[in-house]
């Protein structure tokens, strides 16, 4: 990496030395001469975003965030400098909260990359766009960048017989991700504790083990101030918050319990969507966003990005700021979030390397670009710089290795391994690898797939086991013979059920979810997320401040049925997964829910645009765990809502 020498930050606008604000909330003591050192040190920082160092020659690896928890110099180093850069005072352009405002509000200039005229209230993020996987990645490494460069300078404090132990660990350091649709491991929920579990947490440092506010658990805004948002209850909020109760209360508290709930109801959905993506979606404009095409194929009206909006709004929790594009930066779920979205994007990349981006019209404006504007590989990924005067563009970022990092499931591997792992990792839920029985890893191996790590037992897998309308791998030995395959006794093969939702984004003022359940559903929508016959929602994820003029646009997602439909069969309520068996069970059956995230339900038909299918396709069942399943033509068996 170049030297970050072209913005300076005094460290005397970071930090005061007791690190203590008037409400209580705290961050490290250094020590009082270590303080003194800090305060009077310039901490250097390029607005350049470049490759973080090799070492030994070699990118190192973004770790799934409960594997970087088990490395205790990381772990300590990474709590660290995330709590250093949220102290760091909010007129740098490398703290938190200014980082954090590149996506959306409050509509900031970073960098001097000025808007276009009335686009200022507008953040620089793609969204619903050819480069919404592209821009993200950049601005990963600009986060990551800032992390590290706070680390080196943080690991250089310890004493001298740690020393050159931490320097060590500090170097190998890469942001982590949160990997929300694989398997967690047993007895614990999708959402770390180490997120969730406690506002404040026991940290090691160079002045011993101390007890700080989480950096995971809530962003604080210091000072606050509430012209951020435009909108109330945020505007009142001086915190972060996830599942806020009362939702509308200026002293709401998160509920992360219910978060952690309802992420693990929705496990199943968005595994069954990620290997879904995976294994039948080879095409980047499809793979990469949600807006409506036009001629969608009724085998790929799912994206990375429609399934990243659902774990927004489930995220987010109500109206946590997860939830709403323009304020969802500033949880710290956020990066955590968009890591595994890029790590995703990067294996999709393996198995599927010959479509990528092209020329498409900008459905949204942004604070760089009009709405219309045509998107491509040459496009400036605005505001990352490459150099002092040029940007980032989609085809300079294509690889991992150009930023100094890489993912276990992709570095040095081939496309069979790739496909490997996701057989491992992303088919608890389907039947596409039954002939494999239960030999599949779930996050505990994850991040060991290359040392052939003995795959969990049974009775671990279903100790994790979500409660919602969905069959397992752990209970395949219930399925009467014939249930996947119905007349296709040799198994070579079975129906696969979705259904396909088509919507305005812009339906409602806010955003919104879309339900699925079988069988009857309570009227309080705050139990929904947590019922046992749910199959799946679709978060619609939706900013504020979009042109009027492009609220007519369509998105689309999927919620997946099949594995509902083996919960059926294993309980002998149907047959088989056969269209004779299963149409004349979801006619009667199957009921639609919506409801905004502050929970107001609202009728179907109130909901603009709004058509749900139900389609079907037989799916060849790979023959080894190299090889993905073969998707058959689509057909669509009949119109929930038209």
């Known amino acids: 990496m170049e030297p970050l020498c072209i913005f300076v930050l005094l460290v005397s606008l970071l930090f005061s030395p007791s690190l203590i604000y008037a409400s209580g909330i705290k961050g490290y003591d250094y020590g009082h001469n270590t303080s003194l050192r800090i305060y009077k040190r310039d901490f250097s920082q390029s607005s350049i975003v470049g490759s973080l160092p090799l070492v030994d020659g070699q990118p190192q690896p973004r770790l799934e965030i409960r594997d970087l928890q088990k490395d205790d110099d990381q772990w300590n180093l990474y709590i660290l400098a995330l709590s250093w850069m949220q102290y760091t005072a909010q007129d740098s352009p490398f703290s938190f909260y200014q980082i954090a405002g590149i996506h959306g509000a409050p509509g900031l200039t970073w960098g001097n990359v000025t808007p276009l005229p009335g686009n200022a209230n507008l953040g620089y993020c793609h969204h619903v766009s050819i480069l919404f996987p592209t821009w993200h990645r950049p601005y990963l490494v600009l986060y990551e960048q800032t992390l590290y460069n706070i680390i080196q300078y943080i690991a250089s404090l310890w004493p001298p017989e740690d020393l050159d132990r931490v320097q060590n660990a500090a170097k190998r350091f890469r942001i982590p991700y949160w990997d929300w649709a694989v398997a967690p491991p047993a007895g614990e929920s999708v959402l770390p504790l180490s997120i969730g579990g406690s506002s404040t947490m026991n940290v090691s440092g160079p002045n011993g083990i101390q007890s700080i506010s989480n950096p995971l658990f809530s962003f604080i805004f210091k000072p606050f101030n509430g012209s951020?948002?435009?909108?109330?209850?945020?505007?009142?909020?001086?915190?972060?918050?996830?599942?806020?109760?009362?939702?509308?209360?200026?002293?709401?508290?998160?509920?992360?319990?219910?978060?952690?709930?309802?992420?693990?109801?929705?496990?199943?959905?968005?595994?069954?969507?990620?290997?879904?993506?995976?294994?039948?979606?080879?095409?980047?404009?499809?793979?990469?966003?949600?807006?409506?095409?036009?001629?969608n194929a009724n085998g790929t009206y799912d994206s990375i990005e429609s399934l990243h909006d659902s774990v927004h709004t489930i995220g987010g929790g109500g109206w946590g700021h997860l939830a709403i594009i323009a304020y969802s930066a500033f949880d710290p779920l956020f990066f955590l979030h968009h890591a595994n979205v890029d790590r995703i994007f990067a294996m999709w990349q393996v198995i599927h390397n010959d479509s990528y981006v092209v020329p498409t019209a900008a459905v949204y404006a942004s604070h760089t670009q009009n709405q219309g504007d045509i998107e491509d590989t040459q496009t400036p990924l605005k505001p990352f710089f490459v150099n002092d005067t040029s940007f980032w563009t989609s085809d300079m970022v294509r690889k991992l290795e150009t930023f100094g990092y890489t993912y276990t499931e992709v570095a040095n591997k081939t496309r069979a391994e790739v496909v490997a792992a996701i057989n491992r990792m992303y088919t608890d839920y389907s039947p596409a690898t039954l002939i494999f029985g239960s030999n599949k890893n779930s996050l505990t191996d994850a991040g060991q797939l290359v040392d052939d790590q003995a795959p969990k037992s049974i009775t671990q897998q279903q100790s994790h086991k979500s409660k919602t309308m969905a069959w397992h791998h752990g209970s395949m030995g219930h399925l009467p013979l014939g249930a996947v395959s119905g007349v296709n006794f040799n198994r070579e093969s079975y129906r696969e059920w979705i259904a396909n939702i088509e919507v305005k984004k812009h339906a409602f003022e806010s955003s919104f979810l879309i339900y699925l359940f079988l069988g009857d559903v309570p009227d309080d929508s705050s139990s929904w997320q947590h019922l046992d016959n749910l199959v799946g929602s679709l978060g619609v994820f939706v900013g504020h401040g979009q042109p009027t003029k492009a609220h007519h646009n369509k998105v689309t997602g999927t919620i997946p049925l099949t594995s509902a439909l083996m919960r059926m069969a294993a309980d002998k309520d149907i047959s088989s997964l056969d269209t004779e068996d299963v149409e004349l069970l979801l006619r009667s059956a199957l009921k639609l829910k919506v409801a905004l995230v502050n929970g107001t339900v609202v009728s179907a038909n109130e909901v603009d645009g709004l058509r749900i299918s139900i389609v079907s396709a037989m799916v060849t069942i790979p023959a080894t765990e190299e090889e993905l399943p073969k998707w058959g033509e689509f057909q669509t068996n009949f119109d929930l809502v038209v």
């Not at 909108?231 to 998160?254: C, G, L």
């Not at 095409?283 to 949600?290: G, H, L, Q, V």
């Open 228 to 295: 951020i948002f435009s909108d109330s209850p945020w505007n009142q909020w001086n915190e972060t918050k996830r599942a806020p109760s009362p939702n509308t209360d200026p002293n709401a508290i998160s509920n992360n319990s219910f978060v952690a709930s309802s992420l693990d109801n929705h496990l199943p959905s968005y595994q069954q969507r990620l290997y879904n993506l995976f294994s039948n979606y080879r095409n980047y404009s499809r793979f990469s966003n949600e807006g409506w095409i036009g001629s």
